[in-house]
């Protein structure tokens, strides 16, 4: 299989964060990891403001089945509690961190904790990720400030698995990426 990559530096330096406490291995002597990380505000609303939203769909799902119409309150619910498990899904795929150490590559959910690792020869497609609507007033604005029009990147795997690196919510995507290219095979 073709490996594609699409390498779009911004030259910017960002701060290295110490990543021993958070994996299970021990990192290797003659070569630190190379790791992008959340950032601190993002995690901190993702832990508040993301339950929030996905509790208050279904609270209010069942207040409608309990206070109004069932005409009514049935199909709403139906939606309301489609929405919070959408929402809850995109949620699962979200990385605390990922990083690159030797010929592996490996990420913890932020979620569930877990830890996902992967050789790096099992990468098939590195893409950018586009804002659908480039044209519109929030985009272009988003665009001067990461000085970019990319988003981030989603790294697939031959086993389905995906990281995505979202570059609004987490730090050192682009010396990580470069690291990435550097390390394919």
């Known amino acids: 299989m073709a490996?594609?990559?699409?390498?779009h530096p911004l030259g910017i330096d960002f701060p290295r964060r110490n990543l021993e406490r958070m994996t299970r291995t021990e990192p290797n002597p003659k070569?630190?990891?190379i790791h992008c990380q959340h950032r601190i505000a993002v995690s901190v609303?993702?832990?508040?403001?993301?339950p929030l939203i996905i509790l208050g769909l279904v609270g209010l799902s069942l207040w409608l089945l309990v206070n109004v119409a069932v005409q009514w309150s049935i199909p709403i619910s139906i939606v309301l509690v489609t929405g919070a498990y959408f929402f809850a899904q995109q949620l699962s795929h979200t990385y605390d961190w990922v990083e690159i150490e030797?010929?592996?590559?490996?990420?913890r959910k932020f979620w569930s904790r877990r830890l996902i690792e992967r050789p790096l020869n099992q990468i098939i497609q590195v893409i950018p990720?586009?804002?659908i609507d480039s044209d519109s007033l929030e985009n272009q604005?988003?665009?001067r400030l990461y000085k970019t029009t990319n988003r981030g990147y989603e790294i697939r795997f031959a086993d389905g698995t995906k990281f995505f690196l979202i570059r609004g919510d987490m730090w050192g995507?682009?010396?990580f990426m470069n690291e990435l290219a550097k390390s394919m095979p």
Do not use: F, Q, T, W
């Open 102 to 107: 030797g010929d592996m590559i490996r990420g």
């Open 45 to 50: 609303m993702a832990l508040i403001i993301a």
């Open 173 to 175: 995507i682009d010396e």
């Open 3 to 7: 490996i594609n990559y699409l390498h």
């Open 31 to 33: 070569r630190s990891p």
């Open 129 to 131: 990720l586009k804002a």
């Open 141 to 143: 604005v988003i665009d």
